[in-house]
């Protein structure tokens, strides 16, 4: 693996990489952008994010959108309704995202067990 060289700053505290790094590496963020491999209604998005709250999903979408990697497009549809879409922005992040998901299942068990010897560890 070759080394990377960063600017110093990239490691100091007002770096503008840190905010962006926290609204979209977060889980649901990751995941609602997983979901959206297709273009799908909130509630859709909703019912296949076990355990997130509507609040929670409502704030991962408006921030989302905020930077550029979400599209909400209101229906012309009696309720209206309103769909969201990956931008091309958001679409190029499928990629990197995809291969952090593939190392994350190919190591759980491997994390898991380490977790385990850890735990065991420190309640001794």
């Not at 110093?8 to 491999?37: G, N, Y």
């Not at 969201?84 to 190919?106: H, I, K, M, N």
Request: glycine content about 4%; charged content about 30%.
């Amino acid at each position: 693996m070759t080394e990377t060289i960063e600017p110093e700053w990239v490691f100091r505290a007002e770096c503008p990489t840190r905010p962006i790094l926290d609204q979209i590496a977060d889980k649901w963020s990751m995941m609602t952008m997983a979901v959206l491999a297709e273009p799908r209604r909130f509630n859709q998005i909703k019912r296949r994010l076990e355990g997130v709250t509507q609040r929670v999903l409502t704030q991962t979408l408006r921030r989302l959108e905020r930077n550029g990697m979400v599209e909400r497009r209101v229906l012309p549809t009696s309720p209206v309704g309103v769909e969201y879409a990956l931008t091309p922005l958001g679409e190029s992040l499928r990629e990197p995202f995809g291969r952090l998901y593939d190392w994350t299942v190919a190591n759980a068990d491997e994390i898991q067990r380490h977790q385990s010897v850890y735990d065991r560890r420190i309640q001794s």
